[in-house]
T-cell receptor, first 111, second 117 residues
Framework: GENVEQHPSTLSVQEGDSAVIKCTYS??????FPWYKQELGKRPQLIID?????GEKKDQRIAVTLNKTAKHFSLHITETQPEDSAVYFC??????????FGDGTTLTVKP | GAVVSQHPSRVICKSGTSVKIECRSL??????MFWYRQFPKKSLMLMAT?????????EQGVEKDKFLINHASLTLSTLTVTSAHPEDSSFYIC?????????????FGDGTRLSIL
């Protein structure tokens, strides 16, 4: 089955710096890669996603890149703010709709 | 749009009790809903995929007789934890996919924190 590895598990940055979180997947049939942000005790919220026919997608301070050949995708957050502090999860979905989540990255943005 | 409502938000009950959790898509129809379990500071573990009008598909290691899933309508899926024990205590989250295609976003409910005494 699919295996998704996410790194780093914790990330601490200074306000205004950039943050990068990387995920690798094993199943070449995976074709949809969303990123979720989860604050403590709350629901995961979709922040950005990318499909396998696209290499990069950007939404204001957030961007995602996908390298299908290498089977990895990354989340980039620029100009980080304290409210960006949360746990971020990547996920990979196959055509059958089955999802596998990464283990999460705890991002701390220091003011 | 794409609101998913999950109830109850918290349940505390005695060992041996059965607990039902509801997941509703409020403003869209969801042919497919998903049930996850999340341990503290851990990732989301997919338990089962719930398909409207048919049997749920359970992930390996998840007991179907323990975690009963019903998806009787396009807006409601329920998870019943039968004869719950302390080891079933966890955070359970449902999600719903808006479209039929697998590469559509999932929208999560607020989760249910289940505590079995």
């Amino acid at each position: 089955g699919e295996n998704v590895e996410q790194h780093p598990s914790t990330l601490s940055v200074q306000e205004g710096d950039s943050a990068v979180i990387k995920c690798t997947y094993s199943d070449s049939a995976s074709n949809y890669f969303p990123w979720y942000k989860q604050e403590l005790g709350k629901r995961p919220q979709l922040i950005i996603d990318i499909r396998s026919n696209v290499g990069e997608k950007k939404d204001q301070r957030i961007a995602v890149t996908l390298n299908k050949t290498a089977k990895h995708f990354s989340l980039h957050i620029t100009e980080t703010q304290p409210e960006d502090s949360a746990v971020y999860f990547c996920a990979a979905y196959t055509n059958a709709g089955k999802s596998t989540f990464g283990d999460g990255t705890t991002l701390t943005v220091k003011p | 749009g794409a609101v998913v409502s999950q109830h109850p938000s918290r349940v505390i009950c005695k060992s041996g009790t059965s607990v039902k959790i509801e997941c509703r898509s409020l403003d869209f129809q969801a042919t497919t809903m998903f049930w996850y379990r999340q341990f503290p500071k851990k990732s989301l573990m997919l338990m089962a995929t719930s398909n409207e009008g048919s049997k749920a598909t359970y992930e390996q290691g998840v007991e179907k007789d323990k975690f009963l899933i019903n998806h009787a309508s396009l807006t409601l899926s329920t998870l019943t934890v039968t004869s719950a024990h302390p080891e079933d205590s966890s955070f359970y989250i449902c999600s719903a996919r808006r479209g039929a295609l697998s590469n559509q976003p999932q929208h999560f409910g607020d989760g249910t924190r289940l505590s079995i005494l």
